[in-house]
């Protein structure tokens, strides 16, 4: 998918135990984006970063933290896993902001039990 | 902050017929309104984008229509074809806002 990387692409995980979700990147794009699909509510923002070391939080962030250390790594953290963050996650990266396309991964289908 | 809203969530269309998937946003700042195809198992894509400096953009079978008065925008599907089946999904967003805001998606099934 045009030079972005998520991995794991499948996980199983139990309650209570964090996970990390990495999205790596070879476009050297400026912008990165962690999104969660669920039935009934499409996309929805968990956080995005603009710049490394830079982040901001998206509309359902509780739960999650990210950090990004290089430019082509964007990392998302589920600190204690619970049975609603069971989704699929996406990572996306833009060039020039939301106002502009994203090019998205493939997701990584996460599930806690 | 902004909010779109998709419809239907669900459509299903001869092969051959015409589908129409509807959007609307709140925020009148709204510029650029891209769509996205989804197939399963796969990323969404991008698929065509309009902004509101224009009111209709067409790329072969497909086309977007803006109406910036009623905030609204919608994808028109030609003549559809198996491989349209996907979920689609519409996004909005402002100059400056850093970050798209999706609709709900539209599953689309084209019987053959």
Known sequence: DAGITQSPRHKVTETGTPVTLRCHQTENHRYMYWYRQDPGHGLRLIHYSYGVKDTDKGEVSDGYSVSRSKTEDFLLTLESATSSQTSVYFCAISDRDGNYGYTFGSGTRLTVV | ?112
């Open chain 2, 1 to 112: 902050g902004e909010n779109v809203e998709q419809h239907p969530s669900t459509l299903s269309v001869q092969e051959g017929d015409s589908a129409v998937i509807k959007c609307t946003y709140s925020d009148s700042a709204s510029n650029y309104f891209p769509w996205y195809k989804q197939e399963l198992g796969k990323g969404p894509q991008l698929i065509i984008d309009i902004r509101s400096n224009v009111g209709e953009k067409k790329d072969q079978r497909i086309a977007v229509t803006l109406n910036k008065t009623a905030k609204h925008f919608s994808l028109h599907i030609t003549e559809t074809q198996p491989e349209d089946s996907a979920v689609y999904f519409c996004a909005a967003s402002t100059m400056g806002a850093q970050k798209l805001v999706f609709g709900q998606g539209t599953r689309l099934t084209i019987n053959p």
